[in-house]
């Protein structure tokens, strides 16, 4: 790691004005779980750091009766023993449980979770040809690349999405509130925050160099939601794919209405199975409907030469999302 100025300021809008237009020069710093590893391995060399851990607000939960707002600083382990999160968004705060061990949980927060670097072997890796580092080609595209994406189509990068929280918040709705200089601000929906990088100094996401998230709003809607993941291990690893689900009614035989389903860790973005949503439109969820809607999910998949198998585990992740979310039996924890 080289050494580096460390500046800790008090307000979000003092952090803004450290920050400068591009990336590399100055990083920012919450949990520190991605950035400190990323400057072990000398992926990420900022000359300046800016903390974001003396900013009073960020680390606030604000539950009201239309919308939820979560700052950016608050941690993982917060969102996941929240009772009135587990509560109305099953599907963001079991997903939040799942992340890591307790040491990650009780550091990582919802911002860096949201703007954390991809999980790419030739990325992290200083001697490998990478586009996201000023290589010329991407080396998982004829490598090895057993946990990259699977919808790859007009990508010339193939990471696959990293982060988990994204996923839950997406299919219900949520919207980042972002600060840049001069006091602007701007609200996105997460569902167009991300964004596939294919150069150097781009980031897996929209925001700028010079902004920072300060909170996440969920409106409150009272949508039927759950998450399911596939993981080789059962604790301290990284999903394989990932799904979430929400939508209206959809449970008791009732017909669902509005549903959304997204999935992660398939596609350099976050991706909304539109076709396995129509699949379920105004139908009852059943085991029959939910098995349709996972095949529609992975239709127009295009495997690597080594993650062909993902493509089931899509079938899999988005009938078990559903039929969780629908309080149908979990036969595979019989």
């Known amino acids: 790691m080289k050494n580096f100025t460390y500046y800790r300021p008090t307000t979000a809008e003092q952090a803004v004005a450290l920050l400068e237009a ?7 710093l ?4 991605d950035l400190l590893s990323l400057q072990k391995d000398y992926i990420a060399q900022p000359a300046r750091v800016v903390s974001l851990n003396g900013i009073a607000g960020l680390n606030t939960i604000t539950i009201g009766q239309r919308s939820v707002t979560i700052g950016a600083g608050v941690t993982l382990a917060a969102i996941a ?10 599907a963001l705060a079991s997903a939040a449980g799942e992340i890591g061990g307790p040491q990650i949980r009780n550091m990582g927060t919802l911002g860096g979770n949201l703007c954390q670097r991809n999980r790419c072997w030739y990325f992290r890796d200083e001697h490998s040809p990478c586009l996201l580092r000023g290589g010329n080609r991407c080396s998982a595209i004829e490598g090895e690349n057993k946990y990259h994406a699977i919808f790859t189509a007009n990508h010339r990068c193939v990471i696959a999405s990293p982060s988990t929280l994204a996923t839950g918040l997406i299919a219900l709705g949520a919207s980042a509130e972002i600060l840049g200089p001069q006091n602007r601000r701007r609200t996105v929906e997460l569902a167009k925050f991300y964004r596939a990088p294919a150069a150097a100094n781009e980031r897996e996401h929209t925001l700028a160099a010079n902004e920072l998230i300060t909170s996440v709003t969920i409106p409150v809607r009272g949508l039927t939601n759950a998450a399911y993941e596939v993981r080789q291990k059962q604790s301290s690893d990284w999903p394989i794919v990932q799904c979430a689900v929400a939508f209206s009614a959809g449970r008791n035989g009732e017909k669902a209405t509005g549903v959304r389903i997204v999935l992660s860790h398939v596609a350099p973005t976050p991706m909304i199975a539109e076709a396995a949503g129509r699949a379920v439109e105004n139908r009852a969820i059943t085991a029959v409907a939910a098995t349709a809607a996972g095949r529609a999910a992975a239709e127009g998949a295009k495997p690597l030469s080594q993650n062909g198998y993902k493509v089931r585990l899509v079938e899999v992740a988005v009938k078990r999302a559903l039929m969780i979310a629908a309080g149908l039996p979990r036969y595979w924890e019989a």
């Open 22 to 28: 591009r990336f590399g020069n100055t990083e920012m």
């Open 30 to 33: 919450a949990g520190g779980t």
């Open 81 to 90: 023993g929240h009772v009135q999160l587990s509560r109305l968004f099953p």
